[in-house]
């Protein structure tokens, strides 16, 4: 008996610590206070959260939904941090009683079918449906709005969440520049060997964010269709310097790639975190926005400036994204 429990006890141990250093199908992320600087990699434990990238996967489209829905940053916190608490960020098919996904809504209690709780984008939906009925919620303690949607018998636990749901938060939705990185991408989609897919990007990107989120702002728009841009264009390999297409690449695999037009700086850094934290999930294995990059093969990195270290309007037109060639 005592060896089974040591056994079970070191699975335990094992399975703990899988999830927290990313081993495995998820990977690692980490979002930072001070962005993606010099010298952050050192930032204090306080300046500095890490998740899955399946989590941070999850939470990208969680916020992804707010935006849509031009929610304020507040709603996202209060929903990444109740998220965290009934999942950890992890779309499940199980929990207490019928609970089932990334707030663990119930089927039984008319959150929806099971099918449309394990979507994250209507499960997103439905959490902040109920929430933005609640008076004031914005103003009020995180853990007494959470609890007004969840009814659940722990209210308390949501608060341990709220500082991590608030770097999230300001990565996620474009604030903090250069803040959000991932070791590997996000989460449990596309298998070893599978190529990107522009249109699977843009389709995600829709799904989650709205179809104006391929369209650029008039004055954007006119400077880019100009020079010849549109919006989510695919690239060709030759475009992406970084690629391995060109002169000696004759025999590689062409990377697909897609340009997505952006608003404003803030919009740039939404999108851009948002396709590293889907990075595993859409095969994306590059993304350049405002002068810096992250790249898969060297994610361990963080964002780092780009050979051309571009800076102004121009580097901040729109975010570049290279896609896996496959095998």
């Known amino acids: ?45 306080a300046a500095r959260y890490e998740l899955t990238a399946e989590g941070a996967a999850n939470a990208a489209t969680i916020t992804a939904v707010a935006s849509r829905r031009g929610l304020p940053e507040r709603a996202v916190t209060i929903a990444l941090a109740t998220a965290l608490q009934e999942s950890g960020l992890r779309n499940i098919g199980h929990g207490d009683r019928d609970s089932l996904g990334l707030f663990q809504q119930r089927p039984s209690k008319g959150w929806g079918t099971e099918r449309q709780i394990l979507d994250p984008v209507y499960s997103a939906g439905k959490f ?103 919006a989510g264009r695919a690239l060709s390999p030759a475009a992406d310097s970084g690629s391995g297409a060109g002169a000696g690449a004759g025999r590689k695999r062409a990377r697909p790639a897609l340009s997505l037009p ?43 400036k780009t050979r051309a270290a571009a800076d102004g309007p121009a580097a901040r037109a729109e975010v570049a994204l290279r896609l896996s060639a496959g095998q």
């Open 262 to 304: 952006v608003r404003g700086e803030r919009q740039g850094w939404e999108l851009a975190h948002w396709a590293v934290a889907q990075a595993g999930r859409l095969r994306i294995e590059r993304v350049v926005y405002d002068g810096r990059v992250w790249s898969a093969d060297r994610a361990r990195d963080g964002w780092r």
């Open 128 to 230: 902040y449906d109920h929430l933005v009925k609640i008076p004031g919620y914005s103003r009020l303690p995180l853990t007494v709005a959470a609890q007004r949607v969840q009814r659940s018998g722990y209210p308390q636990a949501y608060a341990k969440h709220e500082a991590g749901a608030a770097l999230l938060t300001a990565a996620l939705t474009g604030r903090r520049a250069a803040a959000l990185s991932c070791t590997t991408g996000g989460g449990d989609g596309g298998g070893d060997g599978e190529p990107g897919d522009p249109e699977r990007v843009r389709a995600q990107l829709v799904r989650e964010f709205g179809r104006d989120v391929l369209t650029a702002s008039p004055k954007g728009g006119a400077e880019r269709a100009a020079s010849g841009h549109r």
């Open 1 to 45: 008996m005592a060896t089974a429990c040591a056994v079970a006890l070191g699975l335990v141990a094992y399975l703990v610590v899988a999830v927290v250093s990313g081993d495995g199908r998820g990977g690692l992320c980490v979002v930072r206070a001070t962005g993606g600087g010099d010298g952050a990699r050192h930032a204090p434990d």
